[in-house]
T-cell receptor
Framework: KNEVEQSPQNLTAQEGEFITINCSYSVGISALHWLQQHPGGGIVSLFMLSSGKKKHGRLIATINIQEKHSSLHITASHPRDSAVYICAVREKTSGSRLTFGEGTQLTVNP | GAGVSQSPSNKVTEKGKDVELRCDPISGHTALYWYRQSLGQGLEFLIYFQGNSAPDKSGLPSDRFSAERTGGSVSTLTIQRTQQEDSAVYLC?????????????FGQGTRLTVV
């Protein structure tokens, strides 16, 4: 069992739909990151969370530390949101390195 | 520079040859990380540098892999006697500090293909 698990692995949506990507982890963490990877490999950090909820534009990220679960929501999805979304945790016991989920491939069709 | 810069962006090498991958972190960032993303796989940690401290090398897959960071800035990841299973995208990231609550910024990666 991976320490960080994401669901779904693949997600196809129509433009305008509300999207949710889930991340569960099994270790104690100090922070959780949501990353976006576009074709070509470039990675952008979307959010870093240690509690509660953060919002940036159409993106919302939440985390429940007790349940060891985080969600990434995209409102009013657009084809340009198509990318791989990766959940990564900074484990309390492993210093500063990140442990990554397998990623969720999102495709938003016009 | 404005972001984390990696070079080359693509590298094709013959099995058995040595390769060097370079990472220029954001100026002033004390923490630097190397990660690897193999085809169809998630990202995996390789090595972490923090200031002048001894690096965390616990993610390096074999002794053919080594990395150094000169002057607390540029880092070079070296793979000796490359094997086909070394083919992957090698990503570098830096952050202002190594503290848990600092954001990591990623480079575009180097796509290594061993033929």
């Amino acid at each position: 069992k991976n320490e960080v698990e994401q669901s779904p692995q693949n997600l196809t949506a129509q433009e305008g739909e509300f999207i949710t990507i889930n991340c569960s982890y099994s270790v104690g963490i100090s922070a959780l990151h949501w990353l976006q990877q576009h074709p070509g490999g470039g990675i952008v950090s979307l959010f870093m969370l240690s509690s509660g909820k953060k919002k940036h534009g159409r993106l919302i990220a939440t985390i429940n530390i007790q349940e060891k679960h985080s969600s990434l929501h995209i409102t009013a999805s657009h084809p340009r949101d198509s990318a791989v979304y990766i959940c990564a945790v900074r484990e309390k016991t492993s210093g500063s390195r990140l442990t990554f989920g397998e990623g969720t491939q999102l495709t938003v069709n016009p | 520079g404005a972001g984390v810069s990696q070079s080359p962006s693509n590298k094709v090498t013959e099995k058995g040859k040595d390769v060097e991958l370079r990472c220029d972190p954001i100026s002033g960032h004390t923490a630097l990380y190397w990660y690897r993303q193999s085809l169809g796989q998630g990202l995996e940690f390789l090595i972490y540098f923090q200031g002048n401290s001894a690096p965390d090398k616990s993610g390096l897959p074999s002794d053919r892999f080594s990395a150094e960071r000169t002057g607390g800035s540029v880092s070079t990841l070296t793979i000796q006697r490359t094997q086909q299973e070394d083919s992957a995208v090698y990503l570098c990231a830096s952050s202002l500090t190594g503290r848990w609550n600092t954001e990591a910024f990623f480079g575009q990666g180097t796509r290594l293909t061993v033929v």
